[in-house]
């Protein structure tokens, strides 16, 4: 029902409009709401969805539910103060990266409308992890904050241990937890460190330069484009080194997910066409992991059955993005309304007891 609020409003404005401008547009209007007395109470009351069932804890950290923004939105760390209000329990602000970088030129973000997918090439277009750390040290801490960084382009591989770590010097006080992406499509090189001898090298250098424990309990973010062995080999290395989770998954590049893939534009592939890849990595890593180590599920959430099949096939918690553009703010109230009426109806008390329980429900 509150979907089609947005559907009949911004949506055709903002679709309109190239996504980068809509974007720009829908900061705007969090901006100008935030200015208007009353107005972040009322957004707040139709947005978020409280249920002590859906309260849970990962890596050590409490959670007021499974369900927070991915990295990409808000990569800046303008938005992280709004995105509380708009019923997110967790912000993964970034990618952010050493060096303060532009980007891909524009345009550089494409809908692939009937699909709802988008493909993006951004490149990391970040003010740096400086300028980043000056923003969010000011600001008064709400929801968790998750710090994802990445590689500046012009960094050479052999120096990419050197560049996150300063990300992760810079930003760790002010973060929950941490993430080392090496699955974005778009910087050349970066999915490169999902291969086993640079895997160890990363961040088992980053390790190092911490004095042998990470700043924050420490995820690594993985692409959908890998081999089910190579998964389960990076999984045995992620136990063996120390992280605290794995986030599954980036964007794709196998065009063959949308339907004319001969004339889709170069970049990651997210969305609806994403959602079955992502939750079979899901899947596969939940099999091997089982309670020892957390999943975070990424990939083509575009509603409450969608989210649920990611907590069933093993994620202790879910992320959206492409979601949020097609389906609008309302889309965290209505998925958490979704996963507490199924947990109402299975007589479950509390959301971590239904993850990775997929065949029992279905059965
Ligand atoms: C425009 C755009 C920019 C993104 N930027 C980043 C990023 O900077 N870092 C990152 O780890 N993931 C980034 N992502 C990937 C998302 O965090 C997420 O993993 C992916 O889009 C799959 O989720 P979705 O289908 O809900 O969008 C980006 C995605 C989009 C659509």
Request: aromatic share 10%; no cysteine.
């Amino acid at each position: 029902m509150r979907d089609w609020i947005y559907d009949l409003t911004l949506k055709p404005l903002f679709f309109k409009m190239s996504p980068e401008d809509a974007h720009s547009l829908s900061v705007g209007l969090l901006n100008l709401a935030n200015v208007m007395p009353g107005m972040y109470e009322i957004i707040h009351k139709f947005t978020t969805y409280k249920s002590t069932r859906l309260k849970t804890e990962v890596a050590g950290i409490q959670f007021d539910h499974p369900l927070g923004m991915a990295a990409g939105f808000d990569k800046s760390g303008d938005l992280y103060p709004f995105l509380k209000r708009l019923g997110f329990s967790h912000v993964e602000i970034g990618t952010v990266t050493g060096q303060e970088q532009e980007g891909n030129p524009k345009p550089r973000i494409f809908r692939y409308e009937k699909e709802e997918a988008l493909v993006n090439r951004m490149g990391f277009n970040n003010p740096g992890a400086e300028k980043v750390a000056q923003k969010i040290s000011k600001q008064k801490k709400s929801i968790v904050r998750g710090i994802n960084a990445g590689k500046t382009k012009v960094v050479l591989p052999e120096n990419a241990v050197e560049d996150y770590v300063k990300t992760f010097r810079l930003l760790s006080p002010y973060g929950d937890y941490g993430v080392i992406n090496i699955s974005s499509p778009n910087t050349p090189g970066l999915r490169g460190f999902q291969e086993k001898d640079s895997f160890l090298e990363l961040i088992g250098g980053i390790k190092k330069e911490f004095n042998g424990s990470f700043p924050l309990p420490m995820f690594v973010k993985l692409a959908p484009d890998l081999e089910e062995s190579a998964l389960l080999e990076l999984l045995d290395l992620v136990l063996d080194i120390g992280l605290s989770g794995v986030i599954l998954t980036n964007t794709t590049i196998n065009k063959t997910v949308l339907p004319y893939f001969d004339n889709v534009e170069t970049g990651g592939i997210s969305g609806r066409v994403l959602r079955e890849k992502s939750t079979r990595m899901v899947q596969v890593a939940y099999q091997k992991l089982g309670s020892r180590l957390p999943i975070i599920g990424v990939g083509g959430i575009m509603d409450g059955p969608s989210a649920l099949e990611k907590i069933l096939a093993g994620a202790e918690l879910i992320q959206i993005y492409t979601g949020y553009i097609y389906r609008g703010p309302f889309l965290p109230y209505t998925i958490l309304e979704y996963i507490d009426n199924f947990l109402k109806k299975e007589g479950v008390s509390s959301v971590r007891e239904i993850v990775g329980k997929g065949v029992e429900f279905r059965s």
